[in-house]
């Protein structure tokens, strides 16, 4: 093939993967006749000068970061269409429902990436190639890397890879690969600032970032040191997220509530009663004759209008501020020798906050042993009904209900430590006429958090304090507990039942690896170029929850102690064979092909293989396809995970009213007539599962590159290009555990003991047990495309434009349980505080005038549905009838000007607005939190201006 042949393909495809470069570096780009340096790209370990790809790998510049005007990768990663649903700073979620049902913990103030809507976990992340510490967050342990430990600072360039990959790299590579390569080569002394707020006037963040380097005969370095802080945003400050539920008022919110609700049996007249102390009233009088809703003593019933609303509480932006050191050196031993040390230090500080911690007390809501079986004395001295109130079986205690305003909302901080050592050597040698690359590599890495919570309860406390006065008087520092209206519980009180609690949680990294590839001989069509080596993995994990949580005391979610370590031994081939060459048909055709093999020391070993063809038709056209086995191997917490509590929002179909045909089926769960759920979260009990196999999965790709002549040095054209990309992911035995709401319908629909045989009701109806643990899923079954185009103008008096338009259509999403239960995430529908768009779509356009530059980015998602849920009879859903809501398709756009001004060090100012136009997001009535889904959508009230400026000397 001539140079010039695979240049202008070449050009095509680095155009698709780097125009997000612009304006710095695409709009400049001159192309030239020229022989590529070997590099290796995320996708393979074999070092060519092609970089047209074999694989799907999308680039995102430092430039293309720097427009975005994001402070986090993993919120600049969130942004690409590819992208399915991730933690971010804008879920609050710490305290509120504890741990879900994955294994991994809470997560709080992380960021992850997800592709291809197969969850996090399916994504590995790499720094330079080598794998990243799993995040922690003190609650749980973490499978998965949180992206705000690694610096915006330190990044070159983010390469995606949206194609399996686990023959390549290893286990967690199903839907993909995250490759962050790090500065290297820089020259001089260089400072960023940037200082951005929301159009309120909230949310500030702002960053510095300071960076060193230089190069010299045998070295190079980099330093890089930066700090970041985003401040809080609350949700009363915004209409849509200062109500439980949007459009539904207080209608929807909690019945524990300031005043206090108590739902009691007389012993003395038999009424049953649910009853709230009067407003203003401080010493409240119980009238027993009075044995309804008309009342004169210092009651009323309780109403919908009592409801509480805790999402005046709750944050919509969570503040987050990092702080972290970077440096790496390259040092040449010799002329084919160099050794290189890397090292990281990065300080999180998050903070999540919820509404006061509620007291649920009684059997109608169970919660813990101490609140369950609570008795209200006779003897205390603040009971206002003169008789005991007593909980549990045969109890006249039914459910109490108060929201501590006195002790402040829940408040979660997050101090999390992550530490990073890497070292290795790297060179080339020659063997004949043939030149071979190698590479030896050691990482220490570990993520250390400490969680501290504020503003939660002792359960075995307030029941003392409760209880008989004399049991009260006789344990230290006891003060009798006043529940009885709002406003009553007194400091002293609050320091005898309100605690600080510390958890605290870990993840350890030791890897070691070793490379070798080049070409192995010639074949008709070119050089048979291979890469084969080993890795060495140990994983260690632990999560210390607070004294008081592990004896059962604590009031919040419960969870147990986890600790756990395996070690893994891999080693892989990879070939990559020239077919043909310069024939009539194809200009090149080329056979990948790889294998691995991975030895876990808990479920034993793996073998994975992949197959790609590259067919080179002629200078514009390249068609490519993959076909991959991947796998995953179930996660420290996945594995060892111990019982914890996630306060999941359900609705209980046994719930009054009871839809038709149900009523019997409820009955023979033991829930009586007229049963009515009296809150939204019912506790579900979570938990890792030792029996856990690995989860397995094909991937097939097929799609074209094109780069088409006439699109080529014309008068309306630079330079354009077409990519498209078909996938396919079918999943066995993925490990997650069943939907718990789809758990608790099949339940009630079927009876049948493989849903029912974790579900306990009470004699009241209510759940009071409910096991959700992990198992080997079924299958799940993704599939779509993508369809890229990027055009380049010519440069004209008015400047240089370029177009960048990426896309991507899901056309089946689809998870069925091992028992054949189709669960309800699909292409289309919101569920569970996320949602699969059929299409998002990124365009952006960008402007380059000598010093001047400019961009306009559209991020578009179309229409979700979901179902409305206890919002059906509020005219805010939009499809009562069949109970569902639409989430119509949304489109944010973003602008940014600019200049480089040659000033103090070449300084460049930046300034720009995501949300020009101040879109809000659809309203969401499923989603837990703040009405709207926050790994979709922007905020609302999300219009932000940010100004940065770089200087370089």
Known sequence: MSVVRRTRLSAAVRGALLFAALPGLALAQQEEARQLDRIEVTGTRIKKAEIEGQTPVQVITRAQIERSGLTS?????????????????????????????DGGGVAAGATTVD?????????????????????????????????????????????????????????????????????????????????????????????????????????????????????????????????????TGVALGSSAIPAGRFIFRDPNTGAVLDLVPNPGVTNLVYNPAETGCVRTDSFHCFTAADRFNYAEYNLLVTPNRRKNLFGQVRFDLTESTTWYFKALYNNRFSINQAAAEPFFLGTAVPTNFWADNVVISASNPYNPFGFDLVAGPGGNFILGGRRPLEGGPRVFEQDVDTFYVATGLEGSFSAGDRLFFWDVNAVRSASEANQTNFGSYNARRFSVALGPLAACQAEPGCVPLNIFGAGTITRAMLDYIQPVVRDYSDNKLSLFSANLSGDLFDLPAGAMSFAAGVEYREYKGSYRPDTLTVTGEYNGVPSLPTSGKYDVSEYFVELSIPLLADAAIAERIDLSLAGRYSDYSTSGGETTAKVGLRWQVNDEFLLRGTWAEGFRAPTIGELFGAASGFDAVLNDPCSAPIAG?????????????????PNPQISVVTGGNRNLEPETADSVSAGFVWSPAFGAGAAWSERLDFEFTWYRHKLEGGIQALDAQTQLNLCVQTLDPAFCGGITRNQLGAISNFSNFLTNFGRIDSRGWDFDVFWLLPQGDWGQFGFTWRNTWVDKYEAVGADGSVQPQTVGREVNNSGIPEWSSNLTAEWRLGSWFASWTARHKSDLWELCGNARTFPVCRDPANNRNRLGSTTFHDLQFGVNTGWWGNAKFTLGVNNVFQKEPPICLSCTLNGYDASNYDIPGGRFWYLRADFKL
């Open 73 to 101: 990768i993993g919120d600049v990663l969130q942004q690409i269409t590819a992208s399915g649903s991730a933690l971010n700073t804008k879920f609050n979620s710490s305290g509120n429902f504890g741990f879900p049902p």
């Open 661 to 677: 045909g149900l009523q019997a089926n409820c009955a023979a769960l033991g829930v009586p007539p007229g049963y009515v759920q």
């Open 115 to 247: 592709l291809r809507h197969l969850g996090p976990k399916r994504v590995l992340v790499l720094v330079d190639g080598v794998r990243w510490v799993n995040e922690s967050s003190g609650s749980g342990v973490g499978g998965v890397v949180d992206l705000n430990t690694i610096p915006l600072a330190i990044v070159e360039r983010i390469e995606v890879l949206e194609d399996g990959a686990s023959s390549i790299y290893g286990s967690d590579a199903i839907a993909g690969v995250v490759n962050v390569i790090t500065r290297r080569n820089y020259e001089g002394a260089g400072l960023s600032v940037q200082y951005g707020e929301y159009g309120k006037g909230d949310g500030e963040t702002g960053s510095v970032d300071v960076s060193f380097g230089g190069t010299g005969d045998r070295y190079s370095f980099f330093l890089g040191a930066s700090y970041t802080e985003q401040k809080r945003v609350a949700s009363k400050d915004r209409e849509q997220s200062s109500v439980p539920v949007p459009g």
